[in-house]
């Protein structure tokens, strides 16, 4: 979808189709399990092993025969001779000889002919013959091979999001590393002639830099890797030097922000108009100015979104189209932000013909949502403050004190 429908308007939902057309599944690399948190599995996990890989015990104790134990308790102690000393890892176990017992610590292989481990508790701890008080059931703290999963079984699944239980299962069945889906590259570039670096000197007219830094860090937080590059005056050629410079191999989108709206100077626009990347208005606000498209730079092509220059607006955009699509690409089953909803504390308006993405306070035990700051999107403070955003449907003109809304959380 590179073009604008007539009347020059796209609806949210067509805007953010067409960016996600954009953003193409990501190939596969396998990493070490230390780098993989977070990752998103490629293919299923089989087990090359049972889990566990044998019969051992669950208890510092003597594995024994149940059988030969018939009647002890603590009153009729059964006494046996201790054939075998069995520690953790212990590789050459010898079996269990009748009328004999083993003393065996927790993890360590149960010798064959046991059927049951007593607990050195309810015996005496003898090392040449030991006295047993307890008369323990077949199969009493035997953790028997493969009763966690089978060998051959699929231990996770394609698309399973690893954190630390999975990456450590990974490591059980013997995996030294796992294949997932690559993390999408993402190149972020600011733009504006108003633009200072924080740090330095601010003359009269100027202000800091924020979106290239903040954008970094929610490609980031999405999962993605990104590469901030120093951001360019509203100078066209300068512009699109930086741009076949860096926009080579290995990047899969380019993230720019500001020069895309109306006035005079639009360098993105200006830049990119006519070369394969299409500009319009999308029905929301913030974020009414947007362009995105795959961008002609040479023989090859590039895949960019063209984000407002507002603060509020930028990250907002970011988080309606850019987020999705690049969690879409690399595998995540979960694309979006959680949605849910609560009672407005307060009462609102809104502009019709455009979804609103108010910014929000979410208080989850009352179960309502408060809107901070108001709708102007450059109150970049008040956008920090928020933690969810409150999506007003582009047909609502107005929502009452405790009313309803749907709101989208940030932090999820
Ligand atoms: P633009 O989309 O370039 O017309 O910019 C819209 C508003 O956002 C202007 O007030 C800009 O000064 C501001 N702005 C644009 N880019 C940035 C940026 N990278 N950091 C902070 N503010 C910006
Ligand atoms: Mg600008």
Not at 85 to 112: E, K, N, S, Y
Not at 206 to 222: C, D, F, K, P
Not at 276 to 292: D, E, I, L, R
Request: hydrophobic share 45%; charged share 20%.
């Amino acid at each position: 979808m590179s073009s604008w429908p007539e009347g020059g308007t796209r609806s949210v939902e067509q805007h953010a189709a067409a960016v996600a057309e954009l953003v193409r599944p990501t190939g596969t690399e396998t990493v070490p399990l230390a780098g993989a948190s977070d990752r998103v599995l490629a293919g299923d996990l089989t087990a090359g092993l049972a889990l566990p890989p044998f019969d051992n015990s669950a208890m510092d104790g003597y594995a024994v025969r149940a059988a030969e134990l018939a009647g002890a308790s603590d009153t009729h102690p059964v006494e046996l001779p201790v054939a075998a000393d069995i520690p953790a890892g212990r590789t050459d176990v010898p079996p269990l000889a009748p009328g004999t017992v083993a003393r065996i610590m927790t993890g360590a292989p149960v010798p064959a002919g046991a059927d049951a481990v007593v607990p050195v508790e309810r015996t005496d701890g003898g090392t040449g013959r030991v006295r047993i008080s307890a008369q323990p059931q077949p199969g009493a703290f035997v953790r028997r091979a493969g009763e966690d999963a089978a060998a051959g079984a699929v231990v996770l699944t394609a698309g399973t999001v690893l954190g630390a239980p999975q990456i450590g299962l990974a490591a059980a069945v013997g995996r030294p590393g796992l294949t997932v889906h690559r993390r999408p590259h993402v190149l972020v570039l600011s733009t504006g002639s108003e633009l200072v670096a924080p740090g330095e000197e601010l003359a009269p007219g100027q202000i800091y830099e924020s979106n290239g830094t903040m954008l970094a860090v929610a490609v980031r937080e999405a999962g993605a890797t990104a590469e901030q590059l120093s951001f360019v005056p509203d100078d066209v050629d300068r512009f699109r030097a930086v741009l076949a410079e860096r926009a080579g191999d290995g990047v899969d989108l380019v993230l720019t922000s500001g020069g895309v709206s109306a006035g005079a100077y639009e360098v993105v626009k200006d830049a990119m108009l006519g070369h394969g990347v299409a500009f319009g208005k999308v029905a929301m606000q913030p974020g009414g100015p947007q362009g995105c498209g795959r961008l002609e730079l040479g023989g090859t092509s590039v895949a960019v979104v063209t984000l407002p220059g507002n603060p509020v607006s930028s990250l907002v955009s970011f988080e309606v189209f850019v987020r999705p699509a690049l969690r879409a690409a690399m595998g995540r089953p979960d694309p979006g932000r959680p949605v849910v909803t609560a009672r407005l504390d307060g009462a609102l308006t809104s502009v019709p013909g455009r979804r609103q993405f108010r910014r929000g306070i979410l208080d989850a035990v009352a179960g309502t949502v408060a809107e901070v700051g108001s709708t102007g999107s450059h109150l970049i403070a008040a956008l920090a403050r928020a933690d969810c955003l409150i999506d007003i449907p582009a047909e609502t003109t107005a929502v009452a004190d405790g009313e309803r809304v749907s709101i989208v959380l940030l932090g999820g």
